[in-house]
Nanobody
């Protein structure tokens, strides 16, 4: 019933910028945390950034100062602004959300399908 759809990935040169968006839709009662993860070839999926319903944020050390996570609660959407991109940022980026589908349900984690970000000259 719940879908998370990412957009905004693509190819960019080192030093460039991209803005990723992830919109949640379907049977959503409330959303707690929303976050971005990434997985590069041959590596484990890792946390990039997370934002709480109160807008508290946490970032991986590797992206701190370059990436900014934000959310629009009215649109059930989370964003990731990526600046000063490096080749090592190349990965599939996934969004997730910790949400309830009704007032009677427990919170569960939902994932988007992923969007490719490639940083290369």
């Amino acid at each position: 019933q719940v879908q998370l759809v990412e957009s905004g990935g693509g190819l960019v040169q080192p030093g460039g910028s991209l803005r990723l968006s992830c919109a949640a839709s379907g049977s959503i009662f409330s959303i707690n945390n929303m976050g971005w993860y990434r997985q590069a070839p041959g590596k484990q999926r890792e946390l990039v950034a997370v934002i709480s319903i109160g807008d508290a944020t946490n970032y991986a050390d590797s992206v701190k100062g370059r990436f900014t996570i934000s959310r629009d609660n009215a649109k059930n959407t989370v964003y990731l602004q990526m600046n000063s991109l490096k080749p090592e940022d190349t990965a599939v980026y996934y969004c997730n959300a910790d949400l309830r589908t009704s007032r009677y349900s427990n919170r569960s984690i939902y994932w988007g399908q992923g969007t490719q970000v490639t940083v290369s000259s």
